[in-house]
């Protein structure tokens, strides 16, 4: 079942073929909405330059080839040569009350299924997740979704920061406070706070050293500071005691995590941790096979890749570092080897990194060098899809007060107690546990939706009143929208009023709502194919608009034909289904009632 532009657009091409000769089969026939009518056919002005003629003839010659007569009206030739198509509205009718009976609501199914690997979230052990990890969380969810609705198979992968120098300091600040003390609980209710005591205490030990005072230490009179450096090269080493110590740190992490990804209801789980520290064992081998295929070679002490068309402000070659002088590896290091095993082990055909628009440098040149070394190949896809900023009022980075970066599950939490303000005030009527799973579906679905409707690559000022406001294009208007037609329906059950076996498709609101729901399928494969989920929020608050004009100009339980009634019930609960799915892709829970 293709959705109007796609079926127009066969039976365009078709009329190329036959009019201008088989060359022209695949040429573009520029289907887009139009004002003047459903849809207009744009291509007359691109093939003339082809042609040699005029427009005008083009569009001419184009309408006596082309079928239409049971898609649409005969086409009307307007300006310079654009045609002008009214779809019929039986056609549109009959193309509802087949979605309505396709369990995929339109989706294609793809020609053939892939293997994605989608990389997103990537929080940091024993750190605060901050308002910044908000964009890849939900963006990143949202893909995975999405592509898993169309019949990929998805691949998450949490690539979060779980090794490097600061656990030798996390680790001894654990011991001197106890594995199973309040202040080693603070790693799961609190992070930051456990970290900053850390940092403290090795910063202090630091300056003692360098006045040569004499800090706290421990029995054997080694301060704190050269306790957690000797513990990094024990750690790093594989020492059992030091990896027991750093594991239980990371479990207490991971509950930290949890709280967070309950809160946002994404997808993510323990099975989609992919750290750091996952890819430690082949990082020697990755920097021995890059050198001896001559890819890698020591440059100022280090051992560095230089991919092509890479250079600095100097124009001498941009070096891509994955073995530093110390003999330490870095992020490129870890990033080529999941890059190889990705692909190797994984089967990836495509791999999406959801990660900040300031890495946009690095994940170019790492791309470039695995495709050099052979470990990322032409037929494998990788995007980086960058991620913009969350902004305060004052256009800046969103902060505390202080200057700090804001708590996400502060921010989380602010955003539901809003909306259960809200919901108390217009529904006291409804338990008090309903109450509150309504206020955490507004208040999570709003700030995951004002998120989600921006470009991804794009900064966004976060206004919490305006992402809980019932009106404009946001996710209370979405869900507003489906709570209505719940209610509808619960009111027609309770009068004995069924949906009948095919939407009501006559006036103009009808047709407007029916054109929208078609273009469902098509919409949500195009955001899975360019992973902006931007254009589905943009497509779901048009759906919600054509809606609510259907609403009002068409009554649906005060209609007095039974039959009129029943397909305009069921043109409504369509609309349910399809904006919920679309919701589902989001991420965003639509509530019962509201």
């Known amino acids: 079942m293709p959705a109007p532009?796609?079926?127009?657009?066969?039976?365009?091409?078709?009329?190329?073929?036959?009019?201008?000769?088989?060359e022209y089969a695949d040429a573009d026939p520029i289907i887009r909405p139009s004002q003047f009518a459903d849809f207009q056919c744009n291509a007359a002005m691109g093939l003339a330059k082809r042609l040699g003629k005029k427009p005008r003839d083009i569009a001419t010659e184009i309408l006596a080839a082309v079928d239409l007569e049971d898609i649409a009206e005969t086409p009307e030739i307007a300006g310079p040569g654009f045609l002008n198509i009214r779809l019929r509205t039986e056609w549109i009718g009959a193309q509802a009350a087949e979605l309505a009976t396709d369990d995929r609501l339109g989706i294609p199914s793809p020609e053939q299924p892939q293997t994605v690997v989608v990389d997103y979230s990537a929080p940091n052990v024993a750190k605060e997740m901050h308002v910044g990890h908000l964009r890849t969380t939900v963006v990143g969810d949202s893909i995975a979704r999405t592509l898993e609705k169309q019949g990929h198979t998805v691949v998450r992968q949490n690539h979060i920061g779980d090794w490097g120098t600061p656990f030798g300091m996390l680790i001894e600040h654990l011991l001197d406070v106890g594995e199973d003390s309040a202040e080693a609980g603070l790693l799961t209710t609190d992070p930051n706070a456990f970290y900053q005591a850390a940092r403290a205490k090795f910063d202090a030990a630091e300056a003692e050293t360098s006045t040569g005072a004499s800090g706290a230490a421990a029995a054997d009179g080694e301060?704190?500071?050269?306790?957690?450096?000797?513990?990094?090269?024990?750690?790093?080493?594989?020492?059992?005691?030091?990896?027991?110590?750093?594991t239980h740190l990371v479990e207490l992490s991971k509950q930290y995590f949890h709280r967070i990804y309950d809160m946002l209801d994404v997808t993510?789980?323990?099975?989609?941790?992919?750290?750091?520290s996952t890819y430690n064992p082949q990082l020697e081998t990755v920097c021995q096979d890059l050198e001896n295929d001559g890819i890698a070679r020591i440059s100022d002490g280090a051992l560095c890749v230089f991919p092509a068309g890479f250079t600095g402000r100097d124009e001498q070659p941009l070096p891509l570092i994955i073995r530093k002088s110390d003999g330490g590896y870095g992020y490129a290091t870890t990033d080529l080897a999941a890059v190889r095993h990705r692909v190797r082990d994984l089967g990836a055909d495509r791999i999406a990194y959801v990660v900040g628009s300031a890495q946009e440098l690095h994940f170019q040149m790492v791309f470039t060098a695995a495709r050099e070394a052979g470990w990322l190949p032409e037929s494998v896809e990788a995007t980086h899809v960058k991620i913009g900023s969350v902004l305060g009022s004052d256009g800046k980075i969103l902060r505390t007060r202080s200057g700090s970066s804001l708590r996400l599950m502060a921010l989380l939490e602010e955003a539901v107690a809003t909306a259960r303000t809200v919901i108390d005030e217009l529904r006291p009527d409804l338990p008090?546990?309903?109450r509150g799973r309504i206020a955490h579906d507004i208040g999570i679905g709003g700030v995951k939706y004002a998120d989600l409707s921006t470009a991804h690559d794009s900064d966004y000022t976060f206004d919490l009143d305006r992402m809980l406001a019932l009106t404009g294009n946001t996710a209370p208007y979405l869900q507003y929208a489906v709570a209505r037609i719940?209610?509808?329906?619960?009111?027609?059950?309770?009068?004995?009023?069924?949906g009948g076996a095919k939407p009501h498709v006559e006036n103009d609101a009808e047709r407007a709502l029916a054109l929208q729901l078609l273009d469902f399928g098509q919409t949500l494969a195009q955001v899975g194919a360019e992973y902006e989920p931007h254009r589905l929020c943009g497509y779901l608050f048009s759906l919600a608009q054509a809606f609510t004009s259907f609403y009002d100009a068409s009554p649906i339980l005060p209609e007095p034909d039974d039959e009129i009634r029943a397909g305009r019930l069921a043109l409504a609960q369509l609309t349910e289904r399809v904006l919920v799915e679309g919701l589902e892709a989001l991420g965003v829970n639509a509530p019962q009632q509201m």
């Open 432 to 434: 008090e546990d309903e």
């Open 223 to 246: 301060n704190f500071a050269a306790r957690a450096r000797r513990r990094v090269a024990t750690l790093q080493s594989g020492d059992e005691e030091s990896l027991r110590i750093w």
């Open 486 to 498: 719940r209610s509808i329906s619960r009111k027609a059950e309770a009068q004995g009023v069924t």
């Open 268 to 276: 993510l789980s323990d099975e989609h941790l992919a750290g750091e």
């Open 5 to 22: 532009e796609i079926a127009l657009t066969e039976r365009f091409q078709s009329a190329f073929a036959a009019a201008f000769g088989p």
